[in-house]
C-alpha cells in the first residue's frame, strides 16, 4: 500500500490537461498507479481523486461510492462521458485538492462513461446521483479543471477567501 501525497490547490498540475494513456502502457506500472490511487483516496476519506491530483498527468480515476446503497468502486482509464437526459442536480461538492471546503455545484444528473480498465478491457457504465457528480468532477480534473470554477462570483469569492485564510494554503 502506498498513500501518494495529493496535490493542493496552487499546484500548476491541478490546472494542467491529462494526456490519454498509450495502448502499449496497460502494465503493471499503471496498475500500481491505480492501486496508490485507491489507497490514497481512501487514506483521505474521498470518494474520487484524478491522477493529476498525484501528480501524473494521465487520464486515470478512480472512484468510490459504495457508501450509498448501489454505489460502487473502481476505476477508470482514459474516460470519457456525455449527459443523458437534461435533468441536473444540485449538489455538495468538496475536494481532496481543497481540504475542508464545500460549496452546492449543479451536474448532470446523469451520465453514460465509457473508457477503459487496467487490463485495456472496455468499461461503459451509466450513472446517476453521486456517481455521476464523482465521474464529472473526476473528468474535469482531468481537462485541468477545478470545481470551483463551476461558482458563481460570490461563491467564488468565499471560497477563495477561505482558501487563502486556510492553514493548507499558507504553509
Not at 80 to 90: K, N, P, S, Y
Not at 114 to 121: E, K, L
Amino acid at each position: 500500500m502506498t498513500i501518494r501525497p495529493i496535490r493542493l490547490l496552487g499546484d500548476p498540475v491541478l490546472n494542467s490537461v491529462a494526456s490519454p494513456v498509450a495502448l502499449d502502457r496497460f502494465d503493471d506500472k499503471l496498475r500500481r498507479l491505480v492501486d496508490d490511487m485507491l489507497d490514497t483516496m481512501d487514506d483521505a476519506g474521498g470518494v474520487g481523486l484524478a491522477a493529476n491530483q498525484v501528480g501524473v498527468l494521465q487520464r486515470v480515476f478512480v472512484y468510490d461510492t459504495s457508501m450509498v446503497e448501489g454505489g460502487l468502486r473502481g476505476h477508470v482509464i482514459n474516460p470519457t462521458w456525455v449527459a443523458v437526459g437534461d435533468q441536473r442536480q444540485l449538489g455538495n461538492e468538496g475536494c481532496l485538492s481543497v481540504p475542508d471546503l464545500s460549496f452546492d455545484v449543479e451536474r448532470h444528473q446523469t451520465v453514460l462513461m465509457q473508457g477503459r480498465d487496467v487490463a485495456n478491457r472496455p468499461v461503459s457504465m451509466l450513472a446517476s446521483g453521486l456517481l455521476a457528480r464523482c465521474i464529472q468532477h473526476e473528468a474535469d480534473h482531468l481537462d485541468g479543471v477545478m470545481y470551483l470554477s463551476k461558482l458563481d462570483v460570490e461563491q467564488y469569492k468565499q471560497a477563495m477567501s477561505e482558501v487563502r485564510a486556510s492553514d493548507w494554503f499558507n504553509s
